[in-house]
Structure formats: structure tokens, C-alpha cells
């Protein structure tokens, strides 16, 4: 029984992602393409020939590379990986009930997130307005804004402040007003 050309191929990488670590398989599922793999095991009839034979393939640079790194030479260098890119997305919506929004406190951190929103910021504006690690500015984005009823939308690699129907300001209350007054104020 012969097995096709592109089976071959196929057990070839599977075999080099499932030793990634081992032998210099790294090379080959990183930079290697099935034209070069198929160049590597030629000839071969079965899987286990074509695994061997493409071992053996890996080796020989695997040494290539071990060789220049003694001599202080340069190593190739594994391809870049391609910039992630995030949707545009509403990450959380207002409330939808004026009665849900609760007033922050003039000069509190989410007042802070919150004021720098309003005007789009970055994650890394963000972490340096507020002094918070870049998990706790993003985990903030969504729980704080949401306790006080305001929602935060991305775009592009910005962050930007909803405000719900009928609010015309940020809900800020000083510690001296209590918080019904705070929300009717924003509210004018």
C-alpha cells in the first residue's frame, strides 16, 4: 500500500509539533514549508521513513545552529509573530435606568479612569493615570464602570467612556453631598 506524498507530509508535522522541543522540531514547524518537507523525505514509503528521514534533516541544521552559536555567530532568528489585533467592541454597556447610576467621588480613581475616558485614552494611559497594573485597569474597565452604571466601548487601541440616556455629566459627588443629590446634579 503507498501512502500519498501529502500524508506523509502531514505525519511529518504532526510528529515535529507533538516533539516540539526535541531534536530541532521546533525549526521545522516554526520556518519549514510542506515544499521543504517534502525535499527532506524524499524517497520515503511510509510514515515512520518519511519521521526518520526528516529527522535526520533537522539534525543536520539543528547542528548547523548549535555550531554557529559556539562560534559566536548569529542564530536565525524565529519568525515574527503577527501583531494581535482587537475588535472594536463595547465592553460594557450603561444602564438603561437613571436610577442604576451611582455618583463617584470627586478625585477617586474611577474618577480618574472615568475623566480620561471621557476624552478616549489608551490601556497605558490608563495604568499611568491611575497607578493601577495593566490587568486591574482592564478587569476596572468593565467591573468599576459598571458599578457605577457607566458603559466603555474600544476603538481601535482607545477606550472610551458611554454615558447613559438622560446623563449629561459624570455622576461626581463630593464627600460632603450624598450621593441623590450627586445624581440629580448630573442630571442638569
Avoid at 516540539?20 to 510542506?34: P, R
Avoid at 480613581?109 to 478616549?120: I, P, T, V, W
Avoid at 489608551?122 to 468599576?144: N, P
Amino acid at each position: 500500500m503507498t501512502i500519498s506524498k501529502a500524508d506523509l507530509i502531514t505525519a511529518v508535522r504532526e510528529y515535529a509539533v507533538a516533539n516540539y522541543d526535541k531534536d530541532g522540531f521546533d525549526f521545522l514547524v516554526e520556518c519549514w514549508t510542506d515544499e521543504d518537507i517534502a525535499n527532506a523525505i524524499t524517497g520515503a514509503k511510509s510514515k515512520t521513513a518519511a519521521i526518520a528521514a526528516a529527522r535526520k534533516a533537522v539534525m543536520v541544521l539543528a547542528d548547523a545552529r548549535q555550531d554557529a552559536r559556539a562560534a559566536g555567530g548569529v542564530d536565525m532568528p524565529k519568525p515574527a509573530r503577527k501583531a494581535r489585533v482587537l475588535e472594536d467592541r463595547v465592553i460594557q454597556k450603561p444602564a438603561t435606568d437613571l436610577a442604576k447610576v451611582r455618583p463617584m467621588t470627586d478625585g477617586s480613581k474611577r474618577h480618574l479612569l472615568a475623566q480620561a475616558m471621557q476624552r478616549g485614552a489608551t490601556l497605558e494611559h490608563l495604568v499611568e493615570v491611575t497607578g493601577w497594573s495593566r490587568s486591574t485597569v482592564t478587569s476596572a474597565l468593565r467591573w468599576d464602570m459598571g458599578q457605577v452604571g457607566l458603559g466603555v466601548e474600544r476603538k481601535g487601541d482607545k477606550y472610551f467612556l458611554i454615558m447613559p440616556e438622560g446623563l449629561k455629566r459624570l455622576p461626581v459627588r463630593e464627600a460632603t453631598i450624598s450621593r441623590a443629590d450627586a445624581l440629580v446634579a448630573a442630571c442638569k
